[in-house]
């Protein structure tokens, strides 16, 4: 058997994406060479073309369905549950809710059973937090590669929590020495009292990307 790399990924959820006439919807960054005025942090302009962020997920969804990476766990209407085929790779729940009463133009990510929390998009759909739709389904697609292509862990506590990708973490609370933590969880150590979740990748990381 023959496993998709990312390269057919990224493909594939091209694929799914032109067929949705969501594809055609973009905007520039409004504000490309100045800071945002005050009363952009308040204002959410056009809300509607932020459907983009339900339509592209889903493009992903189909993409990891079709490729056989995955199969359909359940769902609630709103949330899609992704089981991954791959060993050691970690489900992943894909939430859509809505931006000023528009459906599906924020996506939440979480993994594990039961999830935990680990990406939103956008994070902010204020105009002066916009900076276009080119960086908003980039960012999006970001987060499926980061979460779904191996190196991902989360280190959580009552007291502190450490997402950390291939490319980078975050931390909060008393983490202690993060790039040692999360070295030692991709040994398989654990630690008592701490949630640690370590993803393989859905997808062949063999040959170039």
Do not use: K
């Amino acid at each position: 058997m023959v496993v998709p790399t990312l390269t057919d990924v990224r493909r594939a959820v091209e694929s799914a994406w032109v067929s949705r006439p969501e594809h055609a919807v973009s905007w520039p960054d409004p504000h490309p060479d100045r800071p945002p005025f005050d009363d952009e942090y308040s204002r959410v302009t056009d809300p509607e073309r932020y459907a983009v962020v339900g339509a592209r997920a889903h493009a992903w969804i189909d993409a990891l369905v079709s490729l056989g990476l995955a199969g359909i766990g359940g769902g609630d209407g709103e949330t899609v549950r992704l089981d991954p085929v791959a060993p050691g790779a970690l489900p992943l729940h894909a939430g859509l809710r809505t931006l000023d009463g528009v459906p599906g133009a924020v996506l939440d990510l979480s993994v594990g059973d039961p999830p935990a929390p680990v990406g939103v998009q956008p994070d902010c759909g204020c105009d002066a937090c916009d900076s276009g739709s080119d960086d908003l389904i980039e960012a999006i697609d970001d987060s499926f590669v980061g979460l779904l292509g191996g190196g991902f862990v989360l280190i959580e506590s009552t007291r502190s929590r450490i997402v950390a990708f291939n490319d980078g973490w975050s931390a909060s609370g008393r983490t202690g020495d993060v790039r040692a933590a999360v070295a030692a969880a991709r040994r398989g150590e654990r630690r008592v009292g701490r949630r640690t979740l370590v993803g393989a990748s859905w997808w062949s990381v063999a040959g170039p990307e």
